[in-house]
């Protein structure tokens, strides 16, 4: 798929190693910011400027025959993060309006409005286990909202100095990482919003990252060029750093965690080894600065959205 200043959504196959257009859905009424699919592959969610999220099937294995589902109304200024929940019914929507909203997706409903008084902007936003969700603020801090609390206040999570960019939860919502203008990641006990970790080795604005299923592993990527790999068992440190080339705007890990994604810079999209960190294949197909990452539960294919309008779905084993 491909979402960008068009309004519309492109979508195309690279299974095959060409590029193919094979259908255009249309609906949005300004720029398109972000794209999230359910896990199974039969529905798209997609952001807008216009202020609204729309629900797509995409359950026809046919392309064409794809339609919009629904239009989720609410924000007050553009849709800029998504975040699926693991069961795919819960959908978190990240606004300029300093507001997170969570919608129940099969049915199309509000769910809850969800601001703090002194949220800023909402830089980032990641669904967890359990009715968490973690988000990231300009203002430097995360916070964890626990959604089955309708009264209870977020846990702040302090200690960053600059604009917080990127934030990820654990699959199990034990574990918090987030990303940083003051050149660090940090890790945080999702439950108790304690520092467990200080992760030091960028030189300069901390913007993607991503933790493992349980927490073990985490990736940060920068615009010092660099991807590193951590360990978080025990004392958190330093496994492979990784030299990209480019300034880094997406990294994730393969459903496995065998191995890892980074994206960045004048379309840099590389595939690497998580255990020696080298690199085992490059995707080409972007021209501008990649912004996000996705890979499917099977592990099959890669989803990255671009700044060049496109958001092109790989065969990870052909490229």
Request: charged fraction near 25%.
């Amino acid at each position: 798929c491909t979402g960008g200043r068009t309004k519309k959504i492109h979508v195309y196959d690279m299974t095959k190693g060409d590029y193919k257009l094979l259908t255009k859905l249309e609906g949005h009424t300004h720029y398109i910011y972000c794209l999230t699919s359910s896990s199974d592959g039969t529905r798209l969610f997609s952001g807008s400027r216009d202020k609204t999220v729309k629900i797509w099937d995409t359950s026809s294995p046919q392309a064409d025959q794809w339609t919009l589902l629904k239009t989720l109304v609410g924000h007050t200024s553009p849709v800029i993060y998504l975040s699926l929940s693991q069961c795919s019914q819960y959908l978190a929507t990240g606004s300029e309006d300093k507001t997170i909203i969570v919608w129940d997706v099969e049915v199309g409903a509000l769910l809850r409005t969800i601001k703090s008084p002194q949220m800023t902007e909402v830089k980032g936003v990641s669904y967890g286990r359990d009715n968490t969700i973690s988000s990231a603020s300009t203002d430097g801090s995360v916070r964890a909202w626990n959604l089955g609390a309708k009264a209870q206040e977020p846990l702040k999570l302090e200690g960053h100095t600059d604009g917080v960019d990127a934030v990820a939860i654990s699959a199990d919502g034990s574990t918090i990482i987030s990303g940083s203008g003051d050149n660090s990641a940090r890790v945080w006990d999702a439950q108790t919003g304690k520092q467990k970790a200080l992760l030091e080795g960028h030189t300069d604005w901390v913007k993607p990252v991503d933790i493992s299923k349980y927490g073990k592993h985490a990736l940060s990527g920068s615009d010092d060029n660099t991807v590193i790999i951590w360990s978080l068992e025990g004392e958190a440190k330093e496994l492979k750093k990784i030299d990209f080339g480019k300034g880094v705007f997406a990294v994730t890990f393969s459903p496995d965690e065998e191995s890892l994604f980074a994206g960045g810079q004048d379309g840099l999209l590389k595939q690497y080894s998580v255990n020696n960190g080298e690199s085992i294949k490059e995707f080409k197909g972007h021209t501008n600065y990649i912004n996000s990452l996705k890979t499917t539960s099977d592990g099959k294919h890669l989803v990255s959205a671009s700044d060049d309008n496109k958001i092109i779905v790989w065969n990870v084993e052909s490229g």
